[in-house]
């Protein structure tokens, strides 16, 4: 059973470009939560999807953007890039089965993340 | 402003001693915790959560407290072994879930 894989595992981009970063849950998850952490820093929260939706977001401007697929798979888009955009890019994987009646999973598997550096 | 906060950015223990990691946190919101273990160039791996219905939950070597008055979390290791040796998280939440900056813990043979 794969875990949760991101792809790609690195990337380099310019200032000004855009980007995208993919990630496929653990068999059987639903909802796909995006993350990014700095170097030194704990994970900051970016946003959540739950049946193709955006349903929760964090304190990230526009410029992040994503989408989830019916096979649950995710993408993190962001454009106008900036040189404080480079960190960590971790996706978690979770069941939430009704999120809005209050159930929350108690465990989120996370990818091995995609480190992007922005020159 | 940091809602959860591991103060201590590093620890050194001796093989075979306790491990004893600290998380305070200033929502009384959050429903449950989780504690994380990273190694370098890998993502966090789940470790072990507790409910804030409860005050400690146990799951091998690892055990975690929870203290709600105090708004405190901790995390016991014993015995500490070289192989724990790793950046450890803790994160607290409901539907999402906010992580403090970690803890290096090195385990020293």
């Known amino acids: 059973d794969a875990g949760v894989t991101q792809s790609p595992t690195h990337l380099i981009k310019t200032r000004g470009q855009q980007v995208t970063l993919r990630c496929s849950p653990k068999s059987g998850h639903d909802t796909v939560s995006w993350y990014q952490q700095a170097l030194g820093q704990g994970p900051q929260f970016i946003f959540q999807y739950y049946e193709e939706e955006e349903r929760q977001r964090g304190n990230f401007p526009d410029r992040f953007s994503g989408h989830q697929f019916p096979n649950y798979s995710s993408e993190l888009n962001v454009n106008a890039l900036l040189l404080g955009d480079s960190a960590l890019y971790l996706c978690a994987s979770s069941s939430l089965g009704g999120w809005d009646r209050g159930r929350i999973s108690t465990e989120a598997f996370f990818g091995q993340g995609t480190r992007l550096t922005v020159v | 402003d940091q809602q959860v906060k591991q103060n201590s950015p590093s620890l050194s223990v001796q093989e075979g001693r306790i491990s004893i990691l600290n998380c305070d946190y200033t929502?009384?919101?959050?429903?449950?915790f989780l504690w994380y273990k990273k190694y370098p160039a890998e993502g966090p791996t789940f470790l072990i959560s507790?409910?804030?219905?409860?005050d400690k939950n146990e799951d091998g070597r690892f055990t975690v407290f929870l203290n709600k008055s105090a708004k405190h979390l901790s995390l016991h290791i014993v015995p500490s072994q070289p192989g724990d040796s790793a950046v450890y998280f803790c994160?607290?939440?409901?539907?999402?879930?906010?992580f403090g900056t970690g803890t290096r813990l090195k385990v020293l043979a």
């Open positions: 507790i409910s804030s219905i409860k």
């Open positions: 929502n009384s919101m959050f429903d449950y």
């Open positions: 994160a607290a939440g409901t539907y999402k879930y906010i």
